[in-house]
Structure formats: structure tokens, C-alpha cells
């Protein structure tokens, strides 16, 4: 029975070529949107995932309270973990990571720099699932001086050579041992890093006191069967036991907050994390839209299928006469659905695999035919032929078996208003969706061109950040400095311990307000007198660090406008500020001048307090060039660099690319929605010529009536559009409603969000008529040139 239905559908598939042809196009654009956005949200959900111990990893966060401010930072402080281990038996091990800086590490005749390093405790391999390759796990880094290398770092620095305790030479003048080899670091861990260094070469006494001192990345491995959430209520003890002392005077307070080490990627939202970031929000949209993918292909089945009831009608008739029951009608449908998903879906792998590589551009992925065959994928796969293939089969199939032999015979079959309904509602929901998705995607790249177009309050454009990497390069930066100015092209040079667009923690200090000297907790920039001036930075109160008065390098500070708000500062000048824990005897600081606010950690951050406090031969050297000869310009850079620091190799950054990379996330999902905007058009376009379709084949006797009466070809395609046209602008009610209140909350996660423009409503909206006049006009225009002859024949 069922070979005789297989080949049934088989023939018939073959026989209807060109109808088959576009259910397939339509079920394989479907099925191809669904799998690249479902590959990239499995690649999300998948982050620690490796872990074995993943369920029993926490990170440990801070959330620090302030008198008048909150925040939550990605760290603790050196000591947290070893006191928490000690107090809570729950805490089975801990391991802390903590930056190594950008270095410059040497091997034979091989100078690289790497700001991928990091110092980590001995217990890393215990807490952790990377995979060690070589090396004892429990002594690898438990030596000073040691190191443990991933394979692409051990390539990079030691070629085709075994790496294994060979000793490479670091910039600053410190010598490290390989004591260990590793695979290289998951593409899915929100951890990453070249290389780890034993966290006992810092000195001995960096594990003593440091509560005030926070920025170890610090997880802690639990014992089985505990519950974070109760262990974190615990820890809340820790802040009375040993940090009130400290920080109570201060008006300061500190939570300790877990973070399961499976959510960090998408969810958390503490700043200064290590690593990667995701964010759940699209996790959501884009199952969301792949479902609706799905769900559209199907439906466009399902009309296409129902509009071709008349053709199938005389076959069904036929079985039912020589005895053929419902159920194996309903067989012989699904199985031609099935028989259909299954081509669309073959055809779908074989492009997805063709267009990994362009879609790996474009969001970011490192997607292969790997990702196809685990099982997560596979059973998506099979999901897929289920949902669509019988869904989108079992309508067309139901409304086909009922047909009554006498009925098809004597030509009384038709839509039934109840059936006609139905396709209706389906067509209304397909463009809801395709609407909203469109409205979306205009709205992310409205937001993102909106940030663009802020005004930042610096220039970032030709700046040139060289990092000076230890103490011996900053006391050579004046010469540097003197020697870069002798250039054409040059504009300014200044150097900075910061560089816009990264954090800066916050310092406590002593701020004056009218109730005296109080505490609270200030960004800082330690920069030099050319840094307001090389940064295009307006001062807008008093003055910028000038050398014409000495006593800026001993107590003037500058600050920025949200500083003098905060503080209540109507007249900031004079104002007078310390370092909490400082020398009371020495001379306060005072406000010289206040700068106008810029955006020193990027647009997606709000102002926040900034102080610059003066400081020669900072980390960082920013040249300010031309806009011409940009080329020539950094070859002369690159040949004063080399002749003043020539053991070192000239590496550069533009700030104006560094402080673009805030936006790289949000541009390629943008790029993401747009392509399957596109592609939800075509599926739904697909889906109203099936119902056009179906309407014309329906009312065929009607147009030609219609025609013989003297009825032009124009108004036939304007009585049958005006259907549609109604039904396209029902589904914008639902389609604008959900995206306004949708967007309207999403926009409220930005610092800085656009407004949502009543233009893009509109302007959807007519493009929507538009598409929807031509869709239909190719079905109506072929009905009304056909010969009124043709239809009426067999009245």
C-alpha cells in the first residue's frame, strides 16, 4: 500500500513540474532561513556548554552601592576566593584569571606582541574543561615564572618546534617556562585566551589585604548538590565580616552576586567581563523568526496545495468510485507533502553548506559542515519534515478527501466560505509577520545609524594610538614625542593612561559638596597637558592643563559636565577633591576647567563622572595626523619608533576603528535581518499568488461573464487586487501594534535610543501594497486576457 502510494506521488510531483517547482522554491527559502538562523542560535545557547563540570561553575560579581550610584562589576577582589573557600564548605575549588596586559614575547628571532594572556591560579584545569595536551594539570602553573600555551600560540612563537619546556622571553624582562601545552580555547567559551601564566609570579604579597582592590575575574567550582542561589545568600555575611570596615565610613556597600557560568555569555550584564558577549534578546528573535520561517513555507503550502483543488477534484472522485477510502486519500497528500519537503530540504543542506562560508562573514560565525551532523541539528532536521511536511500537508489533504464523487462530477465543488476563510487568516498572518520583521530590521539600522550620527563630544577620526608598553618606553615617549612633531603631517601628540572607548574603574575620592567633604567614586584619566587639544575635546568652563601654570601638575584636575551635575557643582571652579586614604597634609586637588561631556566608554554606556588628572608618559601615545597622506605618514611614525625603541616592533591602532567595534555586533545582525526580510518577502509573495490563484481559478466563469459584458482587463485586475489589498492592510493592524510595543521596550535597553519614525510604518505599508499589485496582477491579468470562449464552455 504504502510503495503504491509513494510511487503515486512520485508521478504526480513529475507530472505538475512547474506547480512542484514553486512549492519546492518556497519550502527550500523557508527551510534554508530557518536552518542558518536555528545554526546560529544553537552556536549561542552552546556557549560553556564543554564544561563537564559546567553545571557547578559560578563567576562571582560585585554589586557596589554608592551613596547617590550602582553598579555591577565582572570581578572580585584578591582575596574573595581564598576566604570563601575557607568559610563556606559549599565551595569545592575556586580559579582566578586576571589580565596579563598586552606584551611583547620573543623567541629566537621571532617579536610578537599578544594582549590575549592572562595570569591564572594553579586549579584553572581543575575548575575548567580546556584540554591540556601536555603537562601535569595539578603542577603546570603552580611554579613561578611558568606558562602554559594553546597550539595556535605555540605555533605563532615556536613554528614546527616542540614548545615544551623551551623558555620564552616576555618585553618587560621576565623569562617564562612552558610547562604545559593545550588545545586551543573553544570558539564557544566567553573565556579566551593564547596563553596562561602562573598567577605565583606576581609577588608574594599581592594575596595579602586587596579588599579595596577590585579586578580578578574570580569562578568557583561548587560541591555537588548545592544550590548557587542559597550559597549566594550566604556570602552576604562576607561584606560585614571583612569589607564594612573599610568601606562602611565611605557610605559604600558590596553584594555578591553568582552567575551560573552557562549565562554569562547571553545574560549577564555586570561591565568589565573577560571575553565574549552575546545577547539573549535575539537568541529569542531569531527562534522566533525561524519558527515563523517555517510556519509561513508551510501555509504557503498549504494555499498553493487548496488552490489546485479543482484540478485534483475529478482524481478524487475517480478513487472514491472504484472504492478508495478517506484515510488512504489523506495518505496519498501527506506523503506528496512529505515527498516535497524532503527535495526542498536536500536542496536546502546543499546550499546552506554552499553559503556557510558568506554567512560565517556576515554574522560573525565559524560555522562548518560539522555543525549539520551533531545531534541537535539532526533532530532540527527531522522537525523540520515533520512540521512542514505534515503540517503543511494534513490541510490540503483533510479538504481534498471530503470531496463528494457526485458533487465533482456535476462540476459543484468550490471554495466554501468557510475553507476561503481559513486561507485568508493564513495569508493576513504571513504578511503580520513579514511586516513586523521588516519594521524590525528598519529600526536597527535607524538605531545604529542614530548612534553613528551622535555627536561624541571628541574626534576620534586620524588619531593614532601606539601603546608603550612598560615603564622604560613611557620615560622615552618626550623624545618620542619631539621627534614625531618633526613631521608635516603631523597635527599633535599627546599620551594617556587610558584610551577612549575602554573602561577605567572608578577611584574613590573626597568631593566637596555643601554638607563638607564626602566620598564617591569617579572615573579617572591620567593624561598630559596635549590630550584635550589632540582629542578635539571643547572645555567649556575654565581652562585645559596649561604649562604655564605649575600647579596643574601637583592639584589641578579637569572635569567633565556630568561631574559637575552629580555633585551639584553650579560653580565647579576652585571646587576642591582627594583621594580617599591619601595624605591629609598634602594640598587637595582643584576643578581648573570642565569639559564638555564625551562618550569615554562608548554609546551604549550612559555619561558618566570623568576626572583628568595630570600625568606625563602615559601607557598610551595618541598622534594626531592628517587626513592626506596617511600612508606616508605612518611609514615616518614607524621609522621614528624604530629608531628610538629598535628592539621593539611598530604595532598601531586608528581610534576611530577601535571605537567603531562597539558597533560590529548590532551591524551584522542588522545585515542578518535584512537578507531574511528580503527572503520572508519572497516566501510571502509566493504565499498570496497561491491564494490569487486559487481566487482566479475560482471565479473563472465570473471574469468571463464579466469580460463578455464588456469588462476591461484593468477592471478585472482592480476587483480582484482590491480582495487582497484589504487583506494586506488587515494584517498591518496586528503587524504595527506588536512591532511598535516590541521595539518601543527593546530600544529602552540603549543609553541613547532613536525614536521610532511613523515613516517606517508608512513606508512599509506602501511597499506592501505595491508588492502585493504586482504578486496578484500576474494571476488576474493571465484570467482576463484568456478567452471568455474558454471559460464559458461548460456552461
Known amino acids: 500500500m504504502f510503495t503504491n502510494i509513494l510511487k503515486v506521488a512520485i508521478r504526480k510531483i513529475r507530472k505538475e513540474f512547474g506547480y512542484s517547482l514553486i512549492i519546492v522554491l518556497g519550502l527550500t527559502i523557508g527551510i534554508i532561513s530557518s536552518l542558518f538562523l536555528l545554526l546560529y542560535v544553537f552556536d549561542d545557547l552552546s556557549y560553556d556548554q564543554f564544561h563537564e563540570n559546567k553545571d557547578r561553575i559560578v563567576r562571582v560579581i560585585s554589586h557596589i552601592t554608592e551613596t547617590d550610584d550602582e553598579f555591577t562589576w565582572g570581578v572580585a577582589q584578591i582575596p574573595f576566593a581564598h576566604q570563601a573557600r575557607e568559610d563556606y564548605p559549599e565551595i569545592e575549588e575556586f580559579a582566578r584569571i586576571y589580565p596579563f596586559g598586552r606584551q611583547l614575547f620573543m623567541y629566537n628571532?621571532?617579536?610578537?606582541?599578544?594582549?590575549?594572556?592572562?595570569?591564572?591560579?594553579?586549579?584553572?584545569?581543575?575548575?575548567?574543561?580546556?584540554?591540556?595536551?601536555?603537562?601535569?594539570?595539578?603542577?603546570?602553573?603552580?611554579?613561578?615564572?611558568?606558562?602554559?600555551?594553546?597550539?595556535?600560540?605555540?605555533?605563532?612563537?615556536?613554528?614546527?618546534?616542540?614548545?615544551?619546556?623551551?623558555?620564552?622571553?616576555?618585553?618587560?624582562?621576565?623569562?617564562?617556562?612552558?610547562?604545559?601545552?593545550?588545545?586551543?580555547?573553544?570558539?564557544?567559551?566567553?573565556?579566551?585566551?593564547?596563553?596562561?601564566?602562573?598567577?605565583?609570579?606576581?609577588?608574594?604579597?599581592?594575596?595579602?589585604?586587596?579588599?579595596?582592590?577590585?579586578g580578578v575575574y574570580t569562578y568557583l567550582l561548587l560541591a555537588e548538590g548545592t544550590d548557587y542561589m542559597v550559597l549566594q545568600d550566604k556570602m552576604k555575611e562576607m561584606y560585614d565580616k571583612y569589607m564594612a570596615e573599610i568601606f562602611r565610613q565611605y557610605n559604600i556597600s558590596i553584594e555578591y552576586l553568582l552567575e551560573p557560568i552557562t549565562d554569562i555569555y547571553l545574560k549577564s550584564e555586570a561591565r568589565g567581563g573577560t571575553g565574549r558577549s552575546g545577547d539573549i534578546t535575539y537568541v529569542y528573535i531569531f527562534s522566533i523568526v525561524a519558527f515563523f520561517m517555517l510556519l509561513i513555507a508551510s501555509i504557503n503550502y498549504m494555499n498553493m496545495a487548496t488552490s489546485r483543488s479543482t484540478h485534483r477534484a475529478r482524481e478524487v472522485g475517480l478513487r472514491k468510485v472504484v472504492g478508495s477510502s478517506r484515510w488512504p486519500l489523506i495518505l496519498q497528500f501527506l506523503s506528496e507533502s512529505v515527498i516535497l519537503t524532503i527535495i526542498a530540504l536536500i536542496i536546502s543542506i546543499v546550499i546552506v553548506i554552499l553559503l556557510m562560508p558568506s554567512f560565517n562573514q556576515i554574522a560573525g560565525k565559524l560555522f562548518d559542515i560539522d555543525y549539520l551532523i551533531n545531534p541537535q541539528v539532526i533532530l532540527t532536521l527531522i522537525a523540520i519534515i515533520v512540521f512542514v511536511g505534515v503540517l503543511g500537508g494534513s490541510y490540503p489533504s483533510f479538504y481534498l478527501s471530503r470531496f463528494?464523487?457526485?458533487?465533482?462530477?456535476?462540476?459543484?465543488?468550490?471554495?466554501?466560505?468557510?475553507?476561503?476563510?481559513?486561507?485568508?487568516?493564513?495569508?493576513?498572518?504571513?504578511?503580520?509577520?513579514?511586516?513586523?520583521?521588516?519594521?524590525?530590521?528598519?529600526?536597527?539600522?535607524?538605531?545604529?545609524?542614530?548612534?553613528?550620527?551622535?555627536?561624541?563630544?571628541?574626534?576620534?577620526?586620524?588619531?593614532?594610538?601606539?601603546?608603550?608598553?612598560?615603564?622604560?618606553?613611557?620615560?622615552?615617549?618626550?623624545?618620542?614625542?619631539?621627534?614625531?612633531?618633526?613631521?608635516?603631517?603631523?597635527?599633535?601628540?599627546?599620551?594617556?593612561?587610558?584610551?577612549?572607548?575602554?573602561?577605567?574603574?572608578?577611584?574613590?575620592?573626597?568631593?566637596?559638596?555643601?554638607?563638607?567633604?564626602?566620598?564617591?567614586?569617579?572615573?579617572?584619566?591620567?593624561?598630559?597637558?596635549?590630550?584635550?587639544?589632540?582629542?578635539?575635546?571643547?572645555?567649556?568652563?575654565?581652562?585645559?592643563?596649561?604649562?604655564?601654570?605649575?600647579?596643574?601638575?601637583?592639584?589641578?584636575?579637569?572635569?567633565?559636565?556630568?561631574?559637575?551635575?552629580?555633585?551639584?557643582?553650579?560653580?565647579?571652579?576652585?571646587?576642591?577633591?582627594?583621594?580617599?586614604?591619601?595624605?591629609?597634609?598634602?594640598?587637595?586637588?582643584?576643578?581648573?576647567?570642565?569639559?564638555?561631556?564625551?562618550?569615554?566608554?562608548?554609546?551604549?554606556?550612559?555619561?558618566?563622572?570623568?576626572?583628568?588628572?595630570?600625568?606625563?608618559?602615559?601607557?598610551?601615545?595618541?598622534?594626531?595626523?592628517?587626513?592626506?597622506?596617511?600612508?606616508?605618514?605612518?611609514?615616518?611614525?614607524?621609522?621614528?619608533?624604530?629608531?628610538?625603541?629598535?628592539?621593539?616592533?611598530?604595532?598601531?591602532?586608528?581610534?576611530?576603528?577601535?571605537?567603531?567595534?562597539?558597533?560590529?555586533?548590532?551591524?551584522?545582525?542588522?545585515?542578518?535581518?535584512?537578507?531574511?526580510?528580503?527572503?520572508?518577502?519572497?516566501?510571502?509573495?509566493?504565499?498570496?499568488?497561491?491564494?490569487?490563484?486559487?481566487?482566479?481559478?475560482?471565479?473563472?466563469?465570473?471574469?468571463?461573464?464579466?469580460?463578455?459584458?464588456?469588462?476591461?482587463?484593468?477592471?478585472?485586475?482592480?476587483?480582484?487586487?482590491?480582495?487582497?489589498?484589504?487583506?494586506?492592510?488587515?494584517?498591518?493592524?496586528?503587524a504595527f501594534i506588536g512591532a511598535y510595543y516590541y521595539l518601543k521596550h527593546w530600544l529602552q535597553d540603549y543609553a541613547y535610543p532613536a525614536k521610532i519614525d511613523p515613516w517606517m510604518f508608512i513606508g512599509t505599508a506602501l511597499a506592501g501594497i505595491i508588492i502585493t499589485l504586482i504578486t496578484v496582477s500576474y494571476s488576474t491579468i493571465k484570467a482576463g486576457l484568456t478567452n471568455p470562449a474558454e471559460s464559458l464552455r461548460l456552461e
Open 109 to 214: 628571532d621571532i617579536k610578537l606582541y599578544d594582549e590575549n594572556v592572562h595570569y591564572a591560579d594553579s586549579s584553572v584545569f581543575d575548575v575548567f574543561s580546556f584540554g591540556l595536551m601536555r603537562g601535569d594539570p595539578a603542577t603546570v602553573l603552580t611554579r613561578p615564572n611558568t606558562m602554559v600555551v594553546t597550539e595556535s600560540f605555540a605555533k605563532k612563537y615556536f613554528g614546527g618546534e616542540d614548545p615544551f619546556g623551551k623558555t620564552i622571553e616576555v618585553g618587560r624582562g621576565q623569562s617564562f617556562e612552558v610547562t604545559g601545552v593545550m588545545q586551543d580555547v573553544p570558539h564557544n567559551s566567553h573565556i579566551t585566551f593564547s596563553a596562561l601564566v602562573s598567577r605565583t609570579t606576581l609577588p608574594a604579597d599581592a594575596e595579602i589585604g586587596s579588599w579595596g582592590n577590585f
Open 404 to 734: 463528494n464523487p457526485v458533487s465533482v462530477f456535476k462540476q459543484e465543488i468550490g471554495a466554501g466560505r468557510s475553507n476561503f476563510l481559513i486561507r485568508k487568516i493564513l495569508v493576513v498572518l504571513q504578511f503580520a509577520i513579514s511586516f513586523a520583521l521588516i519594521i524590525n530590521t528598519w529600526v536597527i539600522f535607524k538605531q545604529l545609524n542614530y548612534l553613528k550620527s551622535r555627536e561624541l563630544g571628541f574626534v576620534p577620526e586620524n588619531v593614532v594610538i601606539i601603546e608603550l608598553e612598560n615603564r622604560q618606553m613611557m620615560q622615552q615617549y618626550p623624545v618620542f614625542r619631539n621627534a614625531l612633531l618633526e613631521g608635516p603631517d603631523i597635527i599633535n601628540v599627546s599620551s594617556s593612561n587610558n584610551k577612549i572607548g575602554e573602561s577605567t574603574g572608578k577611584i574613590l575620592m573626597q568631593v566637596e559638596t555643601s554638607e563638607g567633604m564626602q566620598e564617591r567614586g569617579v572615573n579617572l584619566y591620567a593624561v598630559d597637558y596635549d590630550f584635550v587639544e589632540t582629542m578635539g575635546i571643547e572645555m567649556i568652563q575654565g581652562r585645559d592643563f596649561s604649562r604655564d601654570f605649575m600647579s596643574d601638575t601637583t592639584t589641578g584636575v579637569i572635569i567633565n559636565e556630568t561631574m559637575a551635575k552629580r555633585f551639584n557643582w553650579d560653580e565647579p571652579l576652585g571646587k576642591k577633591l582627594s583621594f580617599v586614604g591619601g595624605d591629609q597634609d598634602v594640598e587637595p586637588y582643584r576643578v581648573v576647567g570642565v569639559m564638555k561631556d564625551f562618550h569615554q566608554l562608548g554609546l551604549y554606556s550612559p555619561l558618566e563622572t570623568l576626572m583628568f588628572l595630570l600625568r606625563a608618559n602615559g601607557y598610551y601615545a595618541n598622534v594626531k595626523i592628517e587626513d592626506q597622506n596617511v600612508k606616508e605618514t605612518l611609514q615616518f611614525i614607524e621609522s621614528k619608533w624604530l629608531e628610538i625603541f629598535p628592539d621593539r616592533p611598530f604595532h598601531y591602532t586608528f581610534l576611530s576603528d577601535d571605537y567603531a567595534e562597539q558597533f560590529r555586533s548590532d551591524e551584522k545582525r542588522g545585515v542578518i535581518f535584512t537578507y531574511f526580510s528580503i527572503l520572508i518577502i519572497i516566501i510571502a509573495c509566493l504565499g498570496i499568488f497561491g491564494l490569487a490563484s486559487f481566487t482566479v481559478e475560482q471565479r473563472t466563469k465570473e471574469i468571463g461573464i464579466r469580460k463578455v459584458l464588456g469588462a476591461s482587463v484593468e477592471r478585472i485586475v482592480r476587483i480582484i487586487s482590491r480582495e487582497f489589498l484589504f487583506l494586506v492592510l488587515i494584517s498591518m493592524i496586528p
